[in-house]
């Protein structure tokens, strides 16, 4: 039976109970995505600071590749040969202005940047998966608001026990979604410890709020291969032939990484046009709540994926940098995936 139709039969109440449910969706602009917004903003303060209130703050790259060289005091002698200037422009991910003849007059300069690079990418890893439990919870919402009217709807007889079982599972499948990104979001984080060299003396870290913005052009590949040229004059023959294998598969990664994370970025914005259209038509009862709940969940689940684009884009981009001076990473990033290879690295 369509929603605009009220049950003929229905216990004295009961049509007035989902209504009330059905009702209170539609009243604010954007439905759920509204209310969940209120509930964030007027959390009581000691929910709205989250895992992240205390703890060591690693808001840029620069702090935590300066937090990661701290736990090993072996690098001290190659960043003081490095010089201020160079260590910094590592620190910061601007490799590409470090010049490449550092290969040969810097000993242990591989060592102070793979350190620096797994710090980079535990870092990011960590700050993705913190930021998509906010989608995550999204959806977990919409599917409970949902489940909710769908058992009002099955009080008043507008609904079979059979229909409600199919909302039920997905909100049992948006939970269970929501523990796994719970757990990432944990073990990413204990993994950023340890690989900082930090496990026993911090227990939780502050990230910023959310990933760097992917940018909207890439270097041209003309750039990248001018640089490559440089490391590989530099480097010994064996490993000059591996760093040109390498760089060929650390250039693809970061081209169709970023084809990856403009195509996601473009399904939000599409997620979100269908989300306020749904919206109009939901007022103009053209469309039911349940059009506009699946629309919020949708639009979460797009989120979530723009989400590890960008983060595969930045590890795909790191990857090439350590290329770049020569590193030998054991693999490259499986775009959609993050942690495992999409390719080996050539050895």
Known sequence: MPLGLAAQTSPPGAETDWRRANDAVGQLKRGHADALKWEQANAPPEAAQGPDAEGLRLLTIDDVTRQAWRAHR??????????TAQVALVAAGRWTDID???QRRVDDLD??????VQARKAWLQAL???QALAPYQAMLDAADAASALGQRMVNVGNWSALQQTQVQLVQSSAQMNLVRAQYAATQSQVSLIKTLGLTGKVTRVTLPEALPEVPPQLVPAEVWQQRALAIQAQLP??????NQANFALALAAYQASHALANGSREAVKTQEFISEETVLHYNGMLSSVWDLLDASRNQSQAVIDAINAQRDFWIAET???WVLQGGEPDSFVALGGGREAAAPAAH
């Open 111 to 116: 060592e102070v940047l793979e350190v620096a």
């Open 319 to 321: 990857d090439l940098q």
């Open 128 to 130: 993705a998966a913190r």
């Open 237 to 242: 023959e064996s490993e000059g032939l591996r």
């Open 74 to 83: 072996e690098l001290v002698q190659p960043l003081s040969r490095l010089g």
């Open 100 to 102: 490449p003849r550092l």
